[in-house]
């Protein structure tokens, strides 16, 4: 039985797994990027706190392993942070808010324009429901 391949642009899917190909290497070629979860592109308000000090931002995307925001400033590749995301009850279907409050690490960080996008792992999250 052959591979089963579906193709959406920069994204296919292949056997189950999401493969991304919109990067390159040093030599410009593309690579395969393995996604383990699915990206949900939520544009939501993001608290983030690293050391003592706490900004704020908006994500791109959302997955269960990770996470990409906008801020206005830059963060170091591997420093542990907090962060709280506010999803909404109209997003959810839910009666009430829910809060998000992860803790990860910072695994890339590049400018775009004038935001910085940074891209996060979590590590560990858990659910509050707003009052």
Do not use: W
């Amino acid at each position: 039985m052959g591979h089963v391949r579906l193709d959406f642009g920069n994204f296919y899917l292949l056997e189950g797994r999401g493969y991304n190909v919109s990067h390159s290497d040093a030599k410009g070629e593309p690579v395969d990027e393995l996604r383990s979860s699915v990206r949900f592109p939520l544009k939501l308000p993001v608290q983030v706190r690293a050391e003592q000090s706490g900004v704020t931002g908006e994500t791109e995307d959302i997955s269960a392993g990770g996470v990409l925001f906008y801020m206005d400033s830059a963060m170091d590749i591997g420093s542990s942070i907090e962060f709280t995301i506010s999803m909404p009850a109209s997003v959810l279907g839910t009666a009430t808010d829910v809060v998000v409050k992860c803790t990860g690490r910072v695994v890339r960080c590049s400018k775009q324009g004038d935001r910085t996008a940074v891209a996060a792992v979590i590590d560990e999250y858990h659910f509050d429901r707003a009052q």
